[in-house]
């Protein structure tokens, strides 16, 4: 597809599971990003990837929070041992090298925990 | 201090009106700023970028960018009711931080 696609789109589990979210980026695309949204609330960064370099992991909230990227293609969040305020939606976005910088979002996996 | 700041609102803005709404950062070395709009329950799409202090216009929409008072505004023109939703304003830093920033959204709400 010509977007960025993210599965599940929901995911429900219990509390204590591990959870891995995937994101599938524009073709070409050479940064990809992940952001937290809770409801009602502004997105919070998570983590950056560009390219080959070492991502940016500030804004991962604990170590339970890992992600990976292979090259340039499909990014995996994962969650592990959830809690109930990891529960969000998970927003993926690439962007294209040089220009402005625009993010491409994708339609966000919605994560509840129980 | 967070590192974008905007104000939730809600703002109530009637039909034909324009729209103001503003945002604050932090870091004096920030580069590039970005208005993204998020309808309820949609991703954010970009509505327009600045990098330089001034107005930039697009349509109905103006950014306008004060780098000396660390502030960047979003200004809407004859105000439709479609234009009701979240407004996040975005900050990349410097070259050495290309991560983008967003505030927490300022809600819109256009009264017909």
């Known amino acids: 597809g010509a977007g960025v696609s993210q599965s599940p789109s929901n995911k429900v589990t219990e509390k204590g599971k591990d959870v891995e979210l995937r994101c599938d980026p524009i073709s070409g695309h050479t940064a990809l990003y992940w952001y937290r949204q809770r409801l009602g609330q502004g997105l919070e960064f998570l983590i950056y990837?560009?390219?080959?370099?070492?991502?940016?992991k500030s804004g991962l909230p604990s170590d339970r929070f890992s992600a990976e990227r292979t090259g340039e293609s499909v990014s995996t969040l994962t969650i592990q041992r959830t809690q109930q305020e990891d529960s969000a939606v998970y927003l993926c976005?690439?962007?294209?090298?040089?220009?402005?910088?625009?993010?491409?979002f994708g339609e966000g996996s919605r994560l509840t925990v129980l | 201090q967070k590192e974008v700041e905007q104000n939730s609102g809600p703002l109530s803005v009637p039909e034909g009106a324009i729209a103001s709404l503003n945002c604050t950062y932090s870091d004096r070395g920030s580069q590039s700023f970005f208005w993204y709009r998020q309808y309820s329950g949609k991703s954010p799409e970009l509505i327009m970028f600045?990098?330089?202090?001034g107005d930039k216009e697009d349509g109905r929409f103006t950014a306008q960018l004060n780098k000396a008072s660390q502030y960047v505004s979003l200004l809407i023109r004859d105000s439709q009711p479609s234009d009701s939703a979240t407004y996040l304003c975005?900050?990349?830093?410097?070259?050495?931080?290309?991560?983008?920033?967003f505030g927490q959204g300022t809600r819109l709400t256009i009264n017909p």
């Open positions: 990837f560009q390219g080959n370099s070492a991502p940016d």
């Open positions: 976005a690439s962007s294209p090298s040089g220009g402005p910088g625009e993010l491409f």
């Open positions: 600045i990098y330089s202090n």
């Open positions: 975005a900050v990349r830093g410097n070259q050495g931080a290309q991560k983008l920033v």
